[in-house]
């Protein structure tokens, strides 16, 4: 039995030493010399290690798969590849005309197009995905990458010992985060061990990782495309956000100094005097990654870069009754708010419509200092329609978002409050539409989307048929208005007394708990 | 129905020269040459280390996360999520790793030096600093037998 394993091993270490001729007749090497082969029309280029132009021989790539299996795998219907010279996997971004699927990658092409659409970059996605298998290698002795085809990547996994090609496996539960947000923690290892007060490493580690100092040519190997020479800008944002945040963190990058705008200039200055891949108008696109990292991912916070709120000076905590927070929609309503808060010792918000995040981020934690873990009761004074409703869902949502209790939500402006003449001549249309049967018509400037919400919030949040008013018309048909109670049509006796009340009872709720 | 039974037969003694004859050849030519990496360059997808460059493999977790560390004599450091275990079980038909301790597994081709005192240390080529108690007693009369050929 060992006979014959000691035969084949014979026989392998003495595959290296076989010869093969140039088809010219000028070059004779060894097998050991041969990084790659590369197949074509008639005959087949050897790639020998550290010579930069192949060596074309006779015998056809099939035939040299068969010969030096053990040594070689075939990588693709072209390619044969020395398996214990490969030393790196990369990702493969396929050009499109590129005959035999090779990719010219190394160091990435002089003036690549640098543009994509939202269409791009759902290709990319659907490609990425179908092609996961496909890579290219990296191979000691040689400049250039060989491609692996889906067809042959089963027998290039089993050669190089891993499960898959695109990612290596087992990974770390935060990298494998990362890397489905198409996020790079560039340098990490680095950054967790440095010190932030040590000028010169710091000035080390920034050199070699800012993003916003890469080459274009180095930016194409981290935020290409798939399938296309083009870069991912939403991606490439994306990774410059969160290497922004990183870095504030660990305290090697100031914080903004300004507003959300003032970082986008620090980011597009950077980015025009090292590779100019960005225009000024994408300053759009840099507002939406910033939302969606934020509001949706919720990765961190606006707070988190040192952007200054605009609504800093609308808004105060309590001293008496800081977990008592009046939350006016607003900002004419602002004297009134801050005097009654400051009647009832409360805090009080002034929201100016749909309340900013960072504004809540602030005010959440300004709240928290002085409150601790009890919950907040919330006082809202917004209109009486969808909007104002859309208002008290987004502040009390804001705010549990960022950690605190909200005990109890308490409308200060509802149906109730207004008597039938007040109601009858306060009242504006919020949506007309029009009604056949089960058939309705948004009519102009109205939306569907806005019918729909109004109808909703007739039947689930106020129910006062004062608000609903039905007209006939031709046909069998109907017109129907659906109206809404400005805030500032309220007594404001009436909503001083709501209010005044409401947090003496949180007083005596609290007392008892 | 009376089910057939199929043994399988016992191998044959093997004959001490040819399973040495084997061992020397797997010496020179080891079945596994590299080994995936983490990649030093975020470009990557993963990074293969030649494992003939390897001094030796251990577990870290000074950067927030517990790894599996593979040093290279250059002094460059290279992770793999791997626990060791994991690691020690792909290259048990490896000639020249060898497991240490519970935290070593050491490239016997490397070692340079070593000394046995209260601590086991060990020297490796290309690495100026020693790896303090690098063999257990658990694992030592496997590292001496190893040396001793």
Redesign the interface.
Known sequence: ???D??AG??D??ALWDRHFVAKDGRRVFRVREVAAFQGGKGSTLAWLAGEPAPVEIATPIEVLARQLSGHFTRTHRYHLVAT?R??????RYPDSGSASGREETAGGPASPPIEESEADLKADEVLRRAAIDE?EL?VEGSARRVPVSALYAKSVKKA???TA????????V?DRKLRLYGL?D?G??EL??LDATDGAAVAAFRAAWDIRKFSRARML??FRQFGVNRLNKRRLMKNIVYQLWRWIRKGIEEPSDGNIRSMWYRIKGALSHHSDVLDPGDVDLYYDVLREMIEDRRLFRYKDFGFMDMSEPYRAVGAKRPEVVLAVEKLGQFHFARTLAGMAGASFICLKGEPAVISIEYFTDELRAAVGERPVTVFFMTDLDPAGASIQRSLTEGLKKQGLTVGRVVRLVEPSIFADDVAMFSKYPVVRFEVKGTQIKPLKPARMSQVTKARDWLANDVQDPRLYTEQAAEGGRKIVTIWGIESDAADRDEVRRRFLEGAARVDRRNRRA | MASKRVTKKA??A??PI??K??ER??S??PP????????PD?????????LCEVCYITTRS????AETALVTSSGATF????GLDAVAK?LKDHPHFLRTSRFYIVNMAKVQGYRISNARDLWFDGLDKPVVNAVTATYLPAFEAWLSG
């Not at chain 1, 490969?86 to 990702?91: D, K, L, S, T």
């Not at chain 1, 090609?165 to 770390?172: A, D, S, T």
Request: glycine letters at 4%.
């Open positions: 039995m060992s006979g394993i000691i091993a014979v392998r270490l214990d490969v030393r790196a996997v990369f990702n890579c990296e190089l010992g891993v090609l695109h990612v290596l496996l087992p990974e770390h935060d790079i560039f990490w290892r967790y061990r190997t981290y | 191998p044959a093997e004959s040819l399973v004859i084997l050849l797997q020179i030519d596994i040459k590299r080994f995936p990496v983490l990649p975020p470009a990557m997808a993963f990074f293969l280390l030649a000074d950067a927030g996360r992770y793999t999520n791997l792909r």
